[in-house]
């Protein structure tokens, strides 16, 4: 997507920025408020965007006042509760990305994939704990070992699938070609038609306990080998939806990708450009280029930039920066969607067109 791309340059330029050594540091505040530096907020309104972003890095929620639904939700997600000797204890849950909390930390086309898959495995998983061996030389031992790998498959890939910023291509592809074989539906149609022909751990599992069309004799043994059919055919059946899906939640700029995965991969991003901002802090002060220092140091950018662009002092650059990625940003993805992310990238380019030439000016 083009956006991360220029968010991924965006944050390259900053951390270029970074020269001197830096030093570990204590940093306070919301919405990148540091030293009273970054939070040049109106007044009378700095007291509500402290309160909302302590809400939002606390809950990964940005607060809405005709929301209650949606602060419950992101409350719930937030916080475990557990009774402990008659006391009530929580725990709080660190989260690096804001999405709508009310759907979930999956969302958009990716939430339906990860629906479709634990649908399957809610089928998948009884039957494969159902399955009784058809052959008389019974080795339990083996039966439960080869059971066990692809339960433990099935597990994995869904749980996968689940991934909040998006599930590991090669992983889920991994997980198939050890249940089936292969990870790809195309040339395989012999397994889609006659399912008893599966290889990998499905094709160990129905060798291993007898699997057969001409191996059973009674009802109930014909049922125990038509539900080891119907645990291929979910499998094959799913691995053709992400084979068909799966390039749209890849990471790199080639076509359409989901909005859902996208835009919290990209909050994910903007974290990265507050916490590279917060480093270059520290590597002022580490040469003792202080607070006051950077309010009254102007930047000049000798007509380098396309637009003739206006001085700017050190502190109001990188306070917009802070503020830019850290509220604006995911307000405006969240109330906009398509149109907002349309509108970080030129604001981020014109950030990073600023931030090159201030690089390319002091070499």
């Not at 570990?24 to 109106?42: C, F």
């Not at 494969?128 to 994995?156: H, K, M, Y």
């Not at 691995?239 to 749209?248: E, G, I, N």
Request: proline fraction near 3%; charged fraction near 25%.
């Amino acid at each position: 997507m083009e956006l991360e791309t220029e968010i991924n340059r965006f944050t390259g330029a900053v951390e270029d920025a970074v020269t001197y050594p830096i030093l570990t540091k204590e940093i306070n505040g919301y919405g990148g408020s540091r030293n009273g530096e970054s939070s040049s907020l109106p007044a009378g309104g700095s007291l509500t965007r402290v309160a909302q972003g302590a809400i939002r890095d606390l809950l990964g929620w940005r607060y809405r006042a005709d929301d209650p639904k949606g602060f419950l939700s992101a409350l719930t997600k937030a916080v475990d509760l557990k009774v402990v000797e008659d006391h009530t204890e929580w725990t709080w849950r660190s989260r690096t990305f804001m999405v709508q909390a009310d759907i979930g930390a999956v969302t958009g086309a990716q939430k339906s994939i990860y629906m479709r898959a634990k649908a399957a495995a809610d089928q998948v998983l009884p039957l494969l704990d159902g399955l009784t061996p058809l052959r008389s030389d019974s080795n339990e031992e083996q039966f439960e070992s080869v059971r066990a790998i692809v339960r433990n498959a099935w597990t994995e890939l869904v749980n996968e699938l689940a991934e909040a910023s998006g599930p590991k291509i090669q992983r889920v592809d991994t997980y198939f070609k050890q249940l089936l074989g292969f990870s790809s539906p195309n040339n395989h149609g012999i397994v889609f038609s006659h399912p008893e022909k599966v290889s990998g751990s499905l094709g160990k599992l129905g060798k291993r306990f007898g699997f057969d069309k001409d191996g059973y004799l009674k009802v109930h043994e014909e049922q125990n080998f038509t539900n080891f059919l119907i645990i291929v055919d979910y499998t094959t059946s799913l691995l053709q939806t992400w084979h068909a899906q799966k390039q749209f939640l890849k990471r790199n700029d080639e076509g359409h990708k989901y909005l859902g995965t996208q835009l919290i991969r990209l909050s994910e991003e903007l974290g990265v450009i507050v916490e590279s901002v917060q480093e270059v802090y520290a590597a002022m002060d580490s040469v003792f280029f202080g607070p006051e220092e950077r309010q009254v140091a102007v930047l000049n950018f000798d007509n380098q930039l396309s637009n003739e662009v206006e001085p700017i002092t050190v502190s109001e650059l990188l306070t917009w920066i802070e503020q830019f990625a850290s509220v604006e940003s995911p307000q405006l993805i969240e109330d906009s969607g398509k149109d907002g992310v349309l509108i970080v990238s030129d604001t981020l380019q014109q950030l990073r067109d600023m931030l090159n030439t201030i690089v390319n000016q002091c070499r």
